[in-house]
């Protein structure tokens, strides 16, 4: 039995030691010193330098998508890649060829009729003419018979004379008449084939054809959104859907926030991460800045300039327009320089900041000048001991916080001794009913150096045995938080806390667990939290 107790204090005096190295070591960082390249940091979209936009037509309002080849599909020339709808345009169709086929009749008809119509014309000028041809050859009758007979046979032959020529008039004035309506008749026939070419014309861009080879991508459906078309969307007349990009030549659009615009030049170098492939690098040269500033999209009240970094690197499948990717613009380079992580600054203006050095009690606040800085560290011009240990967290926030950092130590090391002595106590009832067998264990464990010393991001190895002990101690003498000592102190987080028990309907009480008391501080919004660049920073 006294093995298996020593096995189990052995165990979990082993994950209190890991636990507490863990904390330990994400808790400071070291300065470094190198190289150190300047940057800013900026997100961007990939698009190909050159390409081919693939319009919908020119006329009408709206079409309708009714097929689309899939997006990232490598196409020839002359394939189809997408087709509208042509409902509307079949129809009218339909009935233009409906008008054709009856003005065709209707014109056939009316020239029946004009034949029709100059027959009985020319039959009745022909009984006009016999008509005179009769009165003529009476009038020489009449040379001999009284000159009234005369006057009335030339009289009659005048009116003869006047029929011919009318029904002569007529025919011309009934020809000019029908050559008139038949020519209108004929124009409005032309005018409607014509627009039924023209119909079936336009019809033929219904069907898209990919005008070069190259690979589809879809475009947003406008400028306020990153929503690609699709299938049924209606598309509005001279709107670019497709583009079929030369990827062999690519660049990346980015903005520029109009604090930095002063700080970028034509021809810097840039770095190039692809959201998609963070272990491929790119290299590329900022080729163009805008000379107008405008309203970034997603939030009106920054200012931005449009800039555009042409990638030097040829990968066609790898770089697709429409990817994200981060472009790190190098502003500078120093060969020898001192810097620290951006989580160890706090209250910077960009010239100064305020630092803590972890001096192994209370930690010591200092003001230093600040340099160049990229994402990740910042240069520091004061001079400090290569071996200062900075804290990666602001000590007054986290003391505002109750020392949320400290309490997580001492509560995993109060829950850890418990569990032992717990676990201890319920072997020895197992093993042995009798009141004597195992007494309570009212000792505190003491615990062993770990192996391998903790390490710190850029610190230098160190002994943890006294820092061991000092945890126990702080176990030892931990008290119980009290929320009415914040009235006097901090009536602000006080009144804060109150008002957040009151909505939850929460009793004070549950501030003395410390997890609790963690997770009501994080939807309160107090506290700060380390970066993704913080933890990198600290396996370096």
């Known amino acids: 039995m006294k093995i298996k107790l020593i096995y189990l204090i052995l165990i979990f005096f082993i994950i209190f030691s890991c636990q507490k190295k863990k904390a330990r070591e994400l808790l400071t960082a070291g300065i470094s010193r190198g190289p150190f390249v300047e940057t800013l940091s900026v997100s961007g979209l990939l698009e190909a330098a050159e390409s081919v936009d693939v319009n919908s037509p020119g006329f009408d309002r ?35 060829e409906e008008q054709i086929e009856t003005q065709r009749n209707d014109i056939e008809n009316f020239q029946a009729n004009i034949r029709e119509n100059m027959i009985g014309l020319s039959n009745q000028l022909s009984e006009k003419i016999n008509t005179l041809d009769i009165e003529i050859a009476g009038q020489s009758a009449l040379q001999f018979a009284p000159k009234v007979d005369q006057l009335k046979g030339e009289l009659q032959l005048s009116r003869r004379y006047m029929d011919v020529s009318n029904a002569e008039i007529k025919i011309r004035t009934t020809a000019n008449n029908d050559t008139m309506a038949l020519r209108i008749k004929n124009n409005n026939y032309a005018k409607v084939c014509r627009d039924r070419d023209e119909y079936l014309r336009r019809r ?28 049924g969307d209606q598309i509005r007349r001279g709107f670019t ?34 959201d998609a492939f963070p272990e491929k690098k790119f290299t590329a040269e900022l080729a163009s800045i805008g000379a107008l500033a405008h309203a970034k999209h997603n939030n009106n009240e920054i200012m931005v300039f449009d800039a555009l970094a042409n990638i030097k690197e040829v990968d066609t499948d790898v770089l697709r327009p429409g990817m994200t990717a981060r472009v790190d613009i190098i502003l500078s380079y120093l060969p020898d320089a001192r810097y620290i992580p951006v989580d160890t600054v706090f209250s910077t ?6 630092i803590y050095i972890n001096t192994g009690g209370k930690p010591a606040a200092r003001m230093v000048s600040l340099g160049e800085r990229n994402s990740d560290y910042i240069v520091i011009k004061d001079e400090l001991p290569p071996d200062t240990q900075l804290l990666l967290y602001d000590p007054a ?3 505002t916080e109750f020392k949320i950092d400290e309490y997580k130590i001492i509560k ?3 829950m850890n001794d418990k569990t032992v002595i717990n676990a ?77 028990l009151a909505e939850k309907k929460l009793d004070e009480k549950v501030l003395q667990d ?5 997770e009501i501080m994080r939807e309160l919004g107090i506290g700060r939290q380390r970066s993704a660049t913080g933890a990198a920073a600290e396996k370096k």
């Open 241 to 274: 859907y497709i583009i079929i990009p030369d990827l062999e030549k690519m660049r990346v659009k980015i903005e520029i926030n109009e604090i930095d615009v002063n700080r970028i030049r034509k021809k810097m170098a840039c770095g190039i991460i692809l």
């Open 397 to 399: 926030i986290e003391e």
């Open 349 to 354: 203006d960009r010239r100064t900041g305020k």
């Open 204 to 231: 033929e861009f219904y069907n898209v054809y990919a005008p070069t080879r190259g690979l589809i991508v879809y475009q947003p459906k406008g400028p306020w959104t990153r929503e690609k078309i699709r299938v």
């Open 412 to 414: 995993k090391e109060q």
């Open 514 to 518: 410390a997890e609790k008391r963690r």
């Open 62 to 96: 709206q079409f309708i998508l009714i097929h689309l080849i899939p997006e990232g599909t490598y196409v020839n020339k002359g394939d189809l890649i997408a087709r509208f709808d042509t409902g509307d345009i079949d129809e009218q169709i339909k009935k233009l």
């Open 424 to 500: 201890i106590s319920e072997v020895s009832n197992r093993e042995n009913s009798e009141e004597s067998a195992v007494p309570p264990v009212k000792t505190k464990i003491k615990p062993s150096k770990p192996d391998k010393e903790p390490i710190t991001a850029g610190a230098p190895k160190e002994d943890n045995g006294t820092k061991t002990q000092d945890a126990h101690e702080k176990i030892k003498s931990a008290k119980p938080f009290s929320l009415n000592a914040l009235k006097t102190e901090k009536p602000e987080l006080y009144e804060k806390i109150k008002k957040f």
